[in-house]
């Protein structure tokens, strides 16, 4: 289950190339040996049954990964972007005692207690599919990755992933979007991340296709790769794609050989969509899952999109819109959005009272996030619980307010926080970041919303133009900070 089928697909077709990056190109024969290899020597270097892996994406993050799980090891993959404290805290809260990196990156670990291994040293050691002991076979209830959350509202959480989470979704995602062996996947977010974990690596390998691994995003380097590589299949936020659709040179012809961009980890402003369709002929096709959920909740597909949705439930997951107490509202009403099926987590690591309160007694976790259902079961996000601005005792969604403000020619991004208000409870403040060469003034982008038929309490109190947000190392724009500014 879930690291089998790198090993058939090494016996089936032992010379189709598997990976593409940075450092050269893999078969899968290849790909499996250095996987055993690792194992065997996983195996050896500690008892802790969790090991750490800090790893840029490629065939070595590829290999170290399988190589761990047929060791019998729960995979730790660390956020080398994050900052020291969250790092230490991954660390200590996983309990791992042993990491695998690479030159690069040891840095980030000096100084911990860990005994850090030097990948590009231990690949030298055994290879081939049948190095090492007994492969071990998990049950669907084990525990496969421990996976950090990135933080967007406090240190990470650990959330516990078994391996029947994972292959559950990654059968699901191949299921819905129609993934296919012949397709060539582009892998630009980075392992550690759910988003590039389950669909940019677990998925391709599964199906046996060839990925192609960037170690670091870059909008000309990744047209420079779907153009080389002749790429259908790539998964990025929309910060990337925005960047892409600013390339001069880049042109509808670079997507000819795409099947499918999916967009996610965060909301797809339908500026940047239909600007997207309308440069290059190409759908981005949003999507929508979450750590917690082994990745995919739901998703558009080439065959079956409606704009401004996050598509339809991937096959096993249900989905319900309820109230404040749980209930199911009617359909097309927003409410929050609870997700239940063999995806979900099994809960988060050391923290029993936030399990407790994110799963139901029924099985549902509770996303945190609001939306509806129309009539052709696409979901739609319209916001995150904590987010809502209370004015005065009406609700102002900040996602709503922020599609308003980025229709503006004007503007490039917009960002929508909540301010205590002595007399209204809350008012609303929005940041937003100019497009090059432009200088809107917030009272002419409060009069645009008004235009635009905001209702009065949640066109912005205060509307500060600022170059760029408070971001995480993924590239999710803290609210948190931007409320404390607004504070100010």
């Known amino acids: 289950m879930l690291f089998e089928p790198l090993f058939e697909q090494a016996r089936r077709q032992p010379a189709e190339l598997a990976i593409i990056d940075d450092r050269g190109r893999y078969t899968y024969e290849q790909l499996a040996g250095m996987a055993a290899g690792l194992g065997s020597q996983f195996a050896t270097l500690t008892p802790n049954p969790r090991l750490g892996l800090l790893l840029p994406a490629g065939a070595g993050f590829v290999a170290s990964f399988y190589g761990a799980l047929s060791a019998g090891k729960t995979v730790v993959p660390l956020n080398y972007l994050l900052g020291d404290r969250e790092i230490a805290h991954c660390v200590a809260d996983s309990g791992i005692d042993t990491v695998v990196t690479a030159p690069p990156l040891a840095g980030r670990v000096a100084g911990t207690s860990l005994k850090v291994v030097d990948l590009t040293q231990i690949m030298q050691g055994p290879a081939g599919i049948a190095a090492g002991g007994p492969v071990p076979s998990p049950s669907a209830d084990d525990v496969a990755v421990l996976m950090y959350t990135s933080g967007t509202s406090g240190l990470p959480k650990g959330v516990l992933l078994s391996f029947g989470n994972l292959q559950s979704d990654v059968d699901a995602a191949i299921a819905h979007v129609q993934f296919e062996s012949r397709h060539k996947f582009l892998g630009i977010i980075p392992l550690f991340h759910a988003f590039g974990m389950t669909a940019m690596m677990l998925a391709p390998i599964q199906l046996g296709s060839s990925i192609v691994y960037l170690g670091r995003f870059s909008p000309v380097g990744t047209l420079k790769a779907i153009r080389e590589h002749g790429i259908s299949l790539m998964g990025g936020m929309p910060s990337m794609f925005g960047a892409m659709l600013r390339l001069k040179e880049a042109s509808a012809d670079d997507f000819k050989t795409i099947y499918a961009l999916i967009c996610g980890a965060e909301p797809l402003p339908s500026a940047l969509r239909e600007a997207f369709h309308a440069r290059f002929g190409i759908e981005l096709l ?192 803290l609210k948190r900070e931007l409320a404390l500014q607004a504070a100010t």
């Open 286 to 477: 949003e999507a929508y899952g979450m750590t917690e959920t082994s990745l995919a909740i739901a998703a558009n597909t080439p065959q079956k999109h409606k704009p401004g949705s996050v598509g339809t439930a991937i096959p096993g997951i249900e989905i319900s819109i309820v109230d404040e107490a749980g209930n199911p509202v009617p359909a097309g009403q927003e409410g929050e959005i609870w997700v239940r099926g063999p995806m979900v987590m099994k809960g988060y690591n050391n923290l029993p009272e936030e399990t407790a309160a994110a799963l139901t007694a029924n099985g549902y976790f509770k996303t945190g996030d609001l939306g509806r259902i129309d009539s052709e079961a696409f979901l739609f996000i319209t916001g995150r619980k904590k987010d809502l601005i209370i004015v005065a005792g009406e609700k102002a969604a900040p996602r709503e307010i922020e599609e308003t403000l980025m229709a503006h020619p004007a503007v490039a991004e917009a960002a929508v926080v909540g301010r205590k208000d002595a007399t209204r409870g809350e008012v609303v403040v929005a940041f937003v970041i100019p497009r090059p060469g432009e200088a809107p003034k917030p009272e002419e982008l409060r009069e645009f919303c008004r235009q635009k038929g905001l209702s009065q309490w949640k066109v912005p109190r205060e509307i500060r133009v600022v170059e760029d947000f408070p971001r995480s190392p993924t590239g999710k724009v």
